[in-house]
Nanobody, 114 residues
């Protein structure tokens, strides 16, 4: 199974971006989909996740600004990012937990200018 992210880019502080993560190939039963990010010189951190039942969880730093959602029929997850801050600058990775293992996307760069 492959995960392909899209939607990253350059945006000014206060702006918005929407990331998408589409699963393709041999798609196994996806239990959880999530977004992680890694800024230069920092460890990768969980940003948000959503279960197959729609339960969500967010990092404190993005609560109230980011919204994760998924379309189970399309095997796609989304991350709507509003009120972006320069500290949100990072490579954002999609990840999924399936019945046959965990998978990661290749990452998409998000850069927020001040």
């Amino acid at each position: 199974m492959q995960l392909v992210e899209s939607g990253g880019g350059l945006v000014q502080a206060g702006g918005s971006l929407r990331l998408s993560c589409a699963a393709s190939g041999s798609i196994f039963s996806i239990l959880t989909m999530g977004w992680h990010r890694q800024a230069p010189g920092k460890q990768r951190e969980l940003v948000a996740l959503i279960t197959s039942g729609g339960i969500t969880n967010y990092a404190d730093s993005v609560k109230g600004r980011f919204t994760i959602s998924r379309d189970n029929a399309k095997n796609t997850a989304y991350l709507q990012m509003n009120s972006l801050k320069p500290e949100d600058t990072a490579v954002y990775y999609c990840a999924s937990v399936t019945t046959r293992g965990n998978y990661w996307g290749q990452g998409t760069q998000v850069t927020v200018s001040s």
